[in-house]
């Protein structure tokens, strides 16, 4: 079955950077695109940053140019770069990915604090 584990997460300070990785088992990973949403308490679930399996990726607004997701096909992995990391970051992160018959899988979460 279709498994998505998220490490990386923690407590960094303003301005800090985190590196989060989600390693995936059970599908073809190479085959499917990657997602990364967040959600903050009180707020919605957000995609913040997705990748093609064709390579092509695209951000939420408030992150571009701070964040870079990227992936492994050859370690069934893919991770999300945080950089110049503000406290609005801070939420728990979730790995994403859905298949051609319209289902979603979601791993367990990583929690992400900025605060100094």
């Known amino acids: 079955q279709v498994q998505l584990v998220e490490s990386g997460g923690g407590l960094v300070q303003p301005g800090g950077s985190l590196t989060l990785s989600c390693v995936a088992s059970?599908?073809?990973?190479?085959?499917?695109?990657m997602n990364w949403y967040r959600q903050a308490p009180g707020k919605e679930r957000e995609l913040v940053a997705g990748?093609?399996?064709?390579?092509?990726?695209n951000y939420l607004d408030s992150v571009q140019g701070r964040f870079t997701i990227s992936r492994d096909n050859d370690k069934d992995t893919v991770y999300l770069q945080m950089n110049s990391l503000e406290a609005e970051d801070g939420a728990v992160y979730y790995c994403?990915?859905?298949?051609?018959?319209?289902?979603?899988?979601w791993g367990q979460g990583t929690q992400v604090t900025v605060s100094s």
């Open positions: 990748l093609s399996f064709a390579g092509a990726p």
């Open positions: 994403n990915t859905g298949d051609w018959l319209g289902n979603e899988y």
């Open positions: 059970g599908f073809i990973f190479s085959r499917y695109t």
